[in-house]
């Protein structure tokens, strides 16, 4: 039995529960470590007791998960045998009472379904148990990021008058795919005032002269694991005020990672909201507007994942977490500047994945 079966059960034991029902795609990889299932339909469940556990899905999974999968008894859901009959057989035959459930996964009919199979639903989530990474875990997310530092250093060499931000997004991914992995979410190409929209969607708009900044933010997925990282360069010379803006959120940057530095040298804990609080507080004495998104967040089998490194966040950073540490300014109309590393929690110190240069570079 994987590890994260184990916890899992150790869970249900400590929740009183009989059993707990998974959902989500990535839960489901998490505890199986089967990756087929699409992230957009529900095709799938499992059921998880205390000394047993079920994969329920339809047909066209059966062989693929005979084949790649141990520990789950397969139960092959079909017109006749639906969801819903072969959950009540299931709850009978192991009097399942308490059931555990997905709530932020669940879609609203889904959970009423379930409500009336079952009176006694309660929230479970598996998101605590996801936050310390194993070390393969890790090692996964690290081949991940040293594709993306591979993926940048290629990419800045297609930066050129009159490609647009689609084209070098279509690179990015073809790239990384060429490499034998996956995008871990679309890449993010935005040049110019596009920078200033965070999450803009990169678009036909083409490089010019004018548009000086580049903001490149992507991933990729090795074995599952996600890796993430922006970078923003210049086509040509920065102004002052772009110069200043980039050493800003540099240092902004650097300031979040040398406070997480001291905190673990001395062992003392670390709360998520404080690390957010150094970067943020920072490009706010510097005269800019507040980020308008947190400073980091956790990345794994997704991007976004706990612990979430923001204001209200009440996450304590530990040994094994990896997550980001992505400060940005954005100055609507003129653009912005953002600079992500993904970090691990070590013992005695806190790892950067990530190792693109943040230099200033200009093309
Ligand atoms: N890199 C995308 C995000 O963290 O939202
Ligand atoms: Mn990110």
Known sequence: MTPQLLSLKKE???KKLDAILISSVANIIYL???SYFSHYEREAFLLVLKNKQYILTDGRYAEAIKENTQNFDLIEISSSLTFEKTLKNLAKKHRIKYLGVEENNLTAKEHKKLSRLLNDLSHFTVADLRMIKNPS???AIEEACRLGDKTFEHVITLINRGVTERQLGFEIEFFIKK???DISFPPIVAFGKNSAIPHHKSSDKRLTTKDKIVLLDFGAKVNNYCSDMTRTVFF???TRKQKRIYETVLEAQQKAIE?????IINHK???AKEVDKVARNYIISKNYNTIPHSVGHGIGLEVHEKPIISPKSKDILKAGMVFSIEPGIYIPGFGGVRIEDLVVLENFSPRLLTHSSKDIIQL
Request: aromatic share 8%.
């Open 12 to 14: 249900i034991s400590r």
């Open 32 to 34: 199986t470590n089967f």
């Open 137 to 139: 875990e890790i090692s």
């Open 179 to 181: 490499h034998g992995a």
């Open 236 to 238: 040509g010379k920065p």
């Open 259 to 263: 406070y997480l530095k001291s905190l």
């Open 269 to 271: 804990s670390i709360a």
